[in-house]
T-cell receptor, first 115, second 112 residues
Framework: NAGVMQNPRHLVRRRGQEARLRCSPM?????VYWYRQLPEEGLKFMVY????????ESGMPKERFSAEFPKEGPSILRIQQVVRGDSAAYFC?????????????FGQGTRLTVV | KQEVTQIPAALSVPEGENLVLNCSFT??????LQWFRQDPGKGLTSLLL?????REQTSGRLNASLDKSSGRSTLYIAASQPGDSATYLC???????????FGKGTKLTVNP
């Protein structure tokens, strides 16, 4: 059973470009979470999704950021018109039944650098 | 608002020593607490999950305790090894939500 797969591992974008980060959860996991880790900061919650639904996006900036988890395919975190402050490591986690009863499994992360 | 604090921020010990990492949280209304390990440039590896009704969990040389009423958890590592060198993160699942709230971590270095 492969773990949570994120790609790309490293992504460089120029200011104003779009960044697309992909996350394939573990097999059988329908709960997906995105977190952001800024340099010297702890991980911060961004968004929680179940198949085709956004459950909680309270940690995601209102502008330029969006997330989806379609019926088929990976979850996508999309950042439009990137700025230098978006440079960070973005981690995806998945869980089979939600975090109230089971642990979260994290991917290796995507390190976004905006130049 | 839940806040998670980990002390110390960094710890350096000689190989073979037993050690304790501390985690505290401000709101005791949690569902569970999870300890992770993060190696430089890597993702997070789950170490132990303690439900709010539990007092401790053990896995190999690791033992995690939870005192929910006082808002504290400890991670005990026995007979430390250089391979244990990493950043250890504590996170709580806040009651009523599916969010993990993380501390900033303790960076552990075990010297051979």
């Amino acid at each position: 059973n492969a773990g949570v797969m994120q790609n790309p591992r490293h992504l460089v974008r120029r200011r104003g470009q779009e960044a697309r980060l992909r996350c394939s959860p573990m097999k059988g996991h329908s709960h997906v979470y995105w977190y952001r880790q800024l340099p010297e900061e702890g991980l911060k919650f961004m968004v929680y999704l179940q198949k085709e639904n956004i459950i909680d996006e309270s940690g995601m900036p209102k502008e330029r950021f969006s997330a989806e988890f379609p019926k088929e395919g990976p979850s996508i975190l999309r950042i439009q018109q990137v700025v230098r402050g978006d440079s960070a490591a973005y981690f995806c986690a998945s869980s089979p039944f939600g975090l109230l009863n089971t642990e979260a499994f994290f991917g290796q992360g995507t390190r976004l650098t905006v130049v | 608002k839940q806040e998670v604090t980990q002390i110390p921020a960094a710890l350096s010990v000689p190989e073979g020593e037993n050690l304790v990492l501390n985690c505290s949280f401000t709101d005791s209304a949690i569902y569970n607490l999870q300890w992770f390990r993060q190696d430089p440039g890597k993702g997070l590896t789950s170490l132990l999950l303690i439900q709010s009704s539990q007092r401790e969990q053990t896995s190999g040389r690791l033992n995690a305790s939870l005192d929910k009423s006082s808002g504290r958890s400890t991670l005990y590592i026995a007979a430390s090894q250089p391979g244990d060198s990493a950043t250890y993160l504590c996170a709580v699942t806040q009651g009523g939500s599916e969010k993990l709230v993380f501390g900033k971590g303790t960076k552990l270095t075990v010297n051979p």
